[in-house]
């Protein structure tokens, strides 16, 4: 980073930009919470005063509008959101645009004109089309398009616009392999998953997800306001835990990940939050190691990193024998897409996405070139593994 002044002033450019941000939405919503309040207390004002309802009755009706309302923000466009909604969007996004224009600008030192796209399943419709793809950063290319006018990159609506998750890496004619095969982009591109009863497109279940987050959220803001007034939350209480109860239904149903941060609101938001450090602990003997030994904890890191693992199934070997063996994980030569983690892949949140990484490379070069028994070309198999987990990491972890 220090050896490149244009990639440095890309990312102090970026980080002042977000905070630009987040300083209007906090004189913004100031306004707008103090509209709220008067509206709601006006009302109750006149409530009381025309004999409508009693007191406590209209303070609690107004309480109720106001967490319901709560601190928003109007964008230009006319789109509301709520004040949290609107920060974590605005945090994001604007980490993940600083870290894709530092990756556009080294494609640009390094002399690259191509690049490749990422791609995951559940994709909002209008990106579909170009993920997965190769694009020219020049447009002069002969055979493939031009990459801002495909992928809109730097707008909005575009790749790494709101709440996008999608990146892009240099790719060298010749050189490269293509991340994705046509085959995994059609399987990307058409998953789908089953809810009560009918089968929907995965980025229509993400949409039901985020609707019911929405709702916990607003029940939790309403509970937390009756609360802190003195007044019964029962009623809102009951709501939260229905809400909750659609939520277990709906990531029963469809398989997919709970994100609990999304349905923080109210008083949780003032509790501090280490994600490196879970309440959760492993027991016994594996005690130390930082990352639970779950699956559903590995799917939510692997989630997090949108790392793509289709086609590969894991297992955990709780094994005692395995801890401090500098043994991490295997994949299966004998079953060709699964693999096995074991305990000393769990040790921070680090080996555990270095090791999904390398045992993915395993299994890639299984299925591409057969599993081998020579000594040399297996020895050039877990090389070539090492350089596409140090590559995919660091690749990664500068698109958080």
């Known amino acids: 980073?220090?050896?490149?002044?244009?990639?440095?002033?890309?990312?102090?450019?970026?980080?002042?930009?977000?905070?630009?941000?987040?300083?209007?939405?906090?004189?913004?919503?100031?306004?707008?919470?103090?509209?709220?309040?008067?509206?709601?207390?006006?009302?109750?004002?006149?409530?009381?005063?025309?004999?409508?309802?009693?007191?406590?009755?209209?303070?609690?009706?107004?309480?109720?509008?106001?967490?319901?309302?709560?601190?928003?923000?109007?964008?230009?466009?006319?789109?509301?959101?709520?004040?949290?909604?609107?920060?974590?969007?605005?945090?994001?996004?604007?980490?993940?645009?600083?870290?894709?224009?530092?990756?556009?600008?080294?494609?640009?030192?390094?002399?690259?004109?191509?690049?490749?796209?990422?791609?995951?399943?559940?994709?909002?419709?209008?990106?579909?089309?170009?993920?997965?793809?190769?694009?020219?950063?020049?447009?002069?290319?002969?055979?493939?398009?031009?990459?801002?006018?495909?992928?809109?990159?730097?707008?909005?609506?575009?790749?790494?616009?709101?709440?996008?998750r999608h990146g892009f890496y240099p790719f060298f004619e010749g050189i490269s392999e293509r991340a994705y095969s046509d085959k995994q982009l059609r399987e990307l591109n058409e998953a789908s998953v089953f809810y009560n009863g009918h089968e929907i497109p995965m980025y229509e279940a993400t949409q039901i997800q985020r609707s019911i987050e929405r709702n916990i959220r607003d029940c939790k803001r309403e509970q937390s306001a009756l609360e802190?007034?003195?007044?019964?939350?029962?009623?809102?209480?009951?709501?939260?835990?229905?809400?909750?109860?659609?939520?277990?239904?709906?990531?029963?149903?469809?398989g997919l990940q709970r994100d609990y941060f999304r349905e923080r609101a109210g008083r949780q938001n003032n509790e501090n939050i280490n994600p490196l450090y879970r309440r959760a602990k492993n027991a016994d003997a594996f005690g130390h190691n930082q990352i639970l030994m779950q699956k559903k904890e590995v799917n939510r890191w692997i989630d997090k990193y949108g790392i793509n693992m289709t086609g590969i199934r894991f297992t955990i070997k709780r094994d005692t024998g395995m801890i401090n063996s500098n043994y991490y994980g295997w994949a299966d030569d004998k079953n060709i897409g699964h693999i096995v983690l074991y305990p000393d892949a769990f040790k921070n949140e680090e080996q555990l996405i270095r090791t999904l990484l390398h045992e993915k490379a395993h299994v890639m070069q299984f299925k591409k070139y057969g599993v081998v028994t020579d000594l040399e070309i297996s020895s050039k198999y877990e090389e070539i593994a090492d350089r596409f987990e140090d590559f995919w990491y660091y690749f990664i972890t500068r698109r958080l």
């Open 1 to 164: 980073m220090n050896q490149s002044p244009s990639m440095l002033q890309i990312l102090n450019e970026t980080l002042t930009k977000t905070n630009k941000i987040l300083n209007n939405l906090t004189l913004t919503s100031a306004v707008q919470s103090q509209r709220t309040f008067i509206d709601a207390v006006d009302l109750a004002y006149m409530q009381v005063s025309s004999g409508a309802m009693s007191y406590q009755q209209a303070i609690k009706n107004a309480i109720q509008k106001i967490a319901h309302n709560g601190a928003y923000v109007r964008f230009p466009s006319g789109h509301i959101d709520k004040l949290d909604v609107a920060v974590r969007r605005s945090v994001l996004t604007g980490v993940n645009q600083s870290g894709l224009m530092l990756q556009y600008q080294r494609a640009l030192d390094m002399g690259s004109d191509l690049v490749e796209t990422t791609a995951h399943a559940g994709a909002r419709p209008d990106h579909i089309d170009w993920q997965g793809q190769i694009f020219s950063l020049s447009g002069k290319h002969k055979s493939y398009p031009d990459f801002v006018d495909s992928t809109r990159f730097g707008y909005g609506d575009g790749l790494g616009g709101w709440n996008c």
């Open 228 to 254: 802190s007034a003195g007044l019964d939350p029962s009623g809102a209480k009951a709501k939260v835990k229905e809400w909750q109860a659609k939520q277990r239904s709906f990531i029963e149903q469809t």
